[in-house]
């Protein structure tokens, strides 16, 4: 089973820019991707983004195309999230989890971590 852990959140102004890590640890699963996902308050969770284990390919929902980088280091088993250009509107909790390959579906049976908290001020 992976464990992932996610930190790297905080407070930042509008235009500003924070970098989210995501730490594997445990059984890796090749055959699957990582994925960023994020909950602001009183809505649905919803997906940001998602690389594959071999970093090769990466795909960002609409809102954050441009502005949020994903990127992989493997050496260290850690997936992050590069954000600039920060907006009140992507205040959120973030988490990281499995995804399905090409998908943003979260792989069955995973659960989510605690999740890191990005807050935006304008």
Not at 24 to 29: D, E, L, M, Q, V
Not at 36 to 42: L, V
Not at 45 to 73: L, M, N, Q
Not at 84 to 113: K, M
């Amino acid at each position: 089973q992976v464990q992932l852990v996610e930190s790297g959140g905080g407070l930042v102004q509008a235009g500003g820019s924070l970098r989210l890590s995501c730490a594997a640890s445990g059984r890796t699963f090749s055959t699957y991707s990582l994925g960023w996902f994020r909950r602001a308050p009183g809505k649905e969770r919803e997906f940001v983004a998602r690389i594959t284990w071999s970093g090769d390919t990466t795909y960002y929902a609409e809102y954050v195309k441009g502005r949020f980088t994903i990127s992989r280091d493997n050496a260290k088993n850690t997936i992050y999230l590069q954000m600039n250009s920060l907006q009140p509107e992507d205040t959120a909790v973030y988490y990281c989890n499995l995804v399905f390959p090409g998908t943003s579906a979260v792989v069955i049976g995973r659960s989510w971590g605690q999740g890191t908290q990005v807050t935006v001020s304008s």
